[in-house]
């Protein structure tokens, strides 16, 4: 299955018996003219930048980090060798420009991407679905001077690090900045003197620094694993099983009634294997090269419980 690496208010959502009879019409389709990945299928209509979209294929716009690591790219091909269907895959970091391009069928993101609240409400898709979490971790020095290896409690692992006075870098995104000013309240607030760093330095950067200085960080673990790989850094995941390091990522149906071409039928059968059971559990055992750790957890368990599929 081809995995292309190509980035680029108020309209009604269709209602369900639409869905139900495009989903149908998809399926015969599919059965009637066997599409398969690799394969010529016939042309679709045109996305407004001149990508196809075609009846036997989902176009899926992604961030980075699904397809970097692994678990996107794997679930599209079972998914390709059940149904047949084609599944194109875009890396970017702006999913949604793509999508109201029309060159997405689907967009995966996670749940706090700056678009997807603007995205659904503006009716460019349907409405968000939890599909999986991926992982932070807390890294460190294999010296462990705060001794929090192991532990499963993230909170207490920052109060040993600020009671040991261990170098602990601020990792300067966003989000993990927002977790970090969680950490500190709940820690007590020690008193942030000579072990703490925040000099706005982030990703690589706060990584680089942390493992100069022996110290402690917060990142996620497929983008740690790369740059370790790349720069051979003395660090390693000592903390990664607290609820707190998951960061959930959704799907979104690209909706057709705004976005010309948008096969959202296509979309919802992907969404919906996304779903299943066995896809969910097939998450937990996906490896990201040279990780140890679990780094996808199922998270469609946290949909409205009519939309979860039947286990029979």
Wanted: hydrophobic share 40%.
């Amino acid at each position: 299955m081809p995995v292309h690496g190509d980035s680029s208010k108020g309209q009604t959502i269709l209602n369900m018996a639409t869905i139900a009879l495009a989903a149908v019409t998809l399926f015969l389709a599919a059965a009637c003219t066997g599409y398969a990945a690799n394969s010529g299928h016939k042309p679709g209509k045109k996305s407004q930048s001149g990508i196809k979209a075609s009846p036997g294929a989902v176009r899926i716009a992604s961030v980075s980090t699904a397809v970097e690591g692994g678990v996107l790219t794997a679930l599209a091909e079972k998914f390709h060798a059940e149904t047949g269907l084609e599944v194109k895959i875009t890396s970017t970091d702006d999913p949604y420009s793509s999508a109201k391009k029309g060159d997405a069928d689907l967009v995966i993101s996670h749940f706090g991407h700056r678009d997807t609240e603007r995205f659904v409400q503006s009716g460019f898709g349907f409405w968000p679905r939890t599909v999986f979490s991926n992982q932070l971790a807390l890294f460190g020095p294999s010296a462990d001077p705060a001794k929090v290896r192991g532990l499963t409690d993230l909170v207490q692992a920052f109060r040993q690090i600020a009671q040991a006075k261990a170098p602990y870098i601020v990792n300067d995104t966003r989000p993990i900045r927002y977790l970090t000013e969680i950490l500190w309240l709940a820690a007590g607030k020690p008193p942030k003197n000579s072990w703490y760093t925040d000099d706005g330095g982030s990703k690589s950067d706060a990584i680089s620094l942390a493992a100069s200085r022996g110290g402690y960080v917060l990142w996620g673990i497929t983008p740690f694993v790369r740059e370790k790989n790349e720069k051979h850094l003395g660090l390693e995941p000592l903390v990664t099983q607290d609820p707190l390091l998951l960061r959930i990522m959704v799907s979104v149906v690209v909706n057709p009634r705004r976005v010309r071409g948008a096969n959202s039928a296509a979309a919802l059968r992907f969404q919906d294997f996304l779903l299943s059971p066995s896809a969910q559990a097939m998450m937990l055992g996906i490896r990201y090269p040279g990780a140890t750790q679990t780094i996808w957890a199922p998270a469609g368990r946290h949909n409205a419980a009519s939309l979860l599929p039947d286990v029979k």
